[in-house]
């Protein structure tokens, strides 16, 4: 397994809405028993035994099961009206509402706590047991499942308000921006920009894709290292992000005596899935943005105020990128271009940002005088003459929708003033 295919399946094992429960499930289970055990063979400090449950086994009995019945109830009751209610929400901010909550590892130990209460109740119960001996009573078990008991309260509580708080479309909306940032803070550079590679040479040989599905991740430093350990070179036309059909071109590779090991070294170095992923895909998390934005413009939901804060948080990330230089999809090894793949630049980007919010918000003058705001705003801080001239080219866009998407004077007198 590559290293991008084995970050890939740990970050989607991270992100899996079963795997923190499960975990706590079994430690609690793996608790119960040992308790049980311990019963009778530890003597406790002074003061604690005061503490420690003293009822019968039928006192026991009891409250391991209204535990156990309890924490399943809140469990399955909470967790579904959640679901509904995220289902309902999830209408005006998209599905990634959805994937936030079963991906938030605060809900997946919310879940844990309830489910592992549930499990060591029942472990714990089924060693109680009467006899004319006097029967068993596991006291360290009972006493440790009130204390989980009163913690479930404590994280039935906590979970309520988090829940509340995490469906605020302002939340969503900082959660994708802080994803968009991360994922350019490892792909940019702060070096200049490199020169540009030449294209695949005439005898090259096409590769084929081994499969179909979105491009998640491609492993670029362990092609670019067999490419120079074969004296080749690799051309490439799709990226992270793209949809990739199987049996179509997808690159090419020269010299072409190389290309079935080329074509193995490709189907490992590439993730495919049917979902986009933000790791590599920087236009998949703007994209994300300008969807929410959308939604809100929609005239079912009518709220101009949630795109004004999409700009926002589009006009934060280009600012971050003053001074720092995008991928340009060309790697080199001991000065030699061995890997060409398509990159996002930053007239993509900005392409990605602006086109389609400024296409939906176009009769909302309030939000194309922010995005011309927004604009302004990078051009001041921005010194690239070509990026300035990219943001000036969406400035006459923006200002030309926006004059004709309505007849208000006041509103056309504010658009041109910006």
């Not at 289902?87 to 130990?109: K, V």
């Not at 590779?253 to 490992?268: D, G, I, T």
């Not at 389609?356 to 005088?369: N, S």
Request: glycine content about 10%.
């Amino acid at each position: 397994m590559t290293a991008a295919r084995l970050r890939q399946w740990w970050a989607d094992l991270r992100a899996s809405f079963w795997l923190r429960p499960a975990v706590m499930t079994a430690a609690a289970i793996v608790l119960a028993e040992a308790l049980v055990r311990l019963e009778g063979k530890v003597s406790l400090p002074d003061g604690l035994d005061d503490l420690v449950y003293g009822g019968a086994a039928a006192g026991a009995r009891d409250v391991l099961g209204a535990l156990a019945s309890a924490t399943i109830g809140v469990a399955g009751t909470t967790f579904s009206i959640t679901v509904a209610a995220l289902t309902l929400a999830s209408n005006q901010m998209g599905p990634r509402l959805l994937r936030n909550f079963t991906s938030d590892a605060g809900n997946q130990y919310a879940l844990g706590a309830l489910v592992a209460t549930f499990a060591f109740s029942l472990v714990a119960l089924r060693s109680v047991h009467e006899g004319d001996d006097g029967g068993f009573v596991p006291q360290l078990a009972v006493s440790a499942g009130l204390l989980m008991g009163f913690g479930c309260i404590g994280v039935l509580i906590w979970f309520l308000h988090h829940v509340a708080a995490s469906i605020s479309v302002d939340r969503v909306v900082a959660l994708v921006a802080a994803e968009l940032d991360q994922a350019l803070e490892k792909a940019c550079g702060d070096g200049t920009d490199p020169e540009p590679a030449l294209g695949p040479a005439p005898d090259a040989a096409a590769l084929r894709a081994p499969g179909s599905g979105y491009l998640r991740v491609l492993d670029d430093a362990s092609l670019a290292d067999w490419a120079a350990g074969c004296g080749a070179v690799l051309h490439l036309d799709v990226r992270a992000g793209g949809f990739v059909l199987a049996g179509g071109v997808v690159g090419r590779v020269s010299p072409p005596a190389v290309r079935e090991a080329a074509r193995a070294a490709l189907a490992e170095a590439m993730v495919l899935g049917q979902s986009r992923s933000v790791e590599q895909d920087l236009e998949y998390a703007v994209r994300q943005l300008v969807e929410i934005a959308l939604r809100a413009l929609s005239p079912g939901i009518n709220d101009p105020f949630t795109a004004i804060g999409v700009l926002d948080r589009l006009g934060a990330t280009l600012a971050g990128l003053v001074g720092r230089t995008l991928p340009d999809g060309v790697f080199r090894r001991d000065g030699e271009v061995r890997l060409v793949r398509p990159a996002t630049d930053y007239a993509g980007l900005a392409d990605a940002m602006f086109h389609m919010l400024r296409q939906g918000a176009a009769g909302q003058p309030a939000v194309m005088i922010r995005m011309l705001e927004v604009l302004a705003a990078v051009a001041a801080v921005e010194p690239d003459p070509a990026r300035r001239a990219v943001l000036a080219r969406h400035a006459g866009l923006a200002r030309h929708a926006a004059l004709g998407g309505t007849r208000d004077p006041a509103a056309r007198r504010a658009i041109r003033s910006r």
